[in-house]
Each structure stands twice: as C-alpha cells, then as structure tokens.
Nanobody, 117 residues
C-alpha cells in the first residue's frame, strides 16, 4: 500500500523559513517523480515544484523560484521542500505527489503553512 505523509507545516512570520517533508512508503522511490503543490482558500491546487526520479531535474513555479528548494533522499524514501523568505501569499495547504512508473499518481493528506505576523 502506497502512503505519502507530509509534515513540517506551521505558523511562521513573513521572511521566515520552513522545511516540509514528505515521507513515502510502498513505492520504488528512486524512480518516482515527486512534486509539491499548494492550495489556498478559495483557489485551485497549483504546482509549486517538481523533481524527477532519475536525473533529478528540478522545476519551480516563478512565484517561488529563488526562495524554495525541492530535494529528495532516495535512501530515506523522502522528498523535501525548503521554503525561505516566506510571504503571506505562500499561505496554503501544501501537498506532495508521487507519479510512479506507468503514470499512477499518489497524494499525501497535506500540511498547513500559514505566513502571518
């Protein structure tokens, strides 16, 4: 059974930092493409960052480029999102997603990030 569990969200002041983690199980993780998405109140879910399984190519949305860093640890079957210089508009529920070989998608339950003074 595949499971994705996010952690690391919380309340942070503008300009602060958080590190989100996505622990996975049940996947051949090294071959899985991982991504982080977010959904703020009243809006659709948007893609924030991706990292491939093989070449570890990374992509970022323009809104987070230069502030967020996606990474993975294949030995720990985990993916991370380091978020720096956070802004109030980064407030959202953050989800990780895995796309396995064959295209099947798996989602975590989400973790709340609130940026407020």
């Amino acid at each position: 059974q595949v499971q994705l569990v996010e952690s690391g969200g919380g309340l942070v002041q503008p300009g602060g930092s958080l590190r989100l983690s996505c622990a996975t199980s049940g996947l051949r993780f090294s071959g899985v493409a991982m991504s982080w998405h977010r959904q703020s109140e009243g809006k659709g879910r948007e893609l924030v960052a991706t990292i491939e399984g093989g070449r570890e190519y990374k992509w970022y949305d323009n809104s987070v480029k230069g502030r967020f860093t996606i990474s993975r640890d294949n030995a720990k079957n985990a993916c991370y999102l380091e978020m720096n210089r956070l802004k109030p508009e980064d407030t959202a529920v953050y989800y990780c997603k895995a796309v396995a070989v064959g295209g099947r998608e798996y989602w975590g339950q989400g973790t709340q990030v609130t940026v407020s003074s």
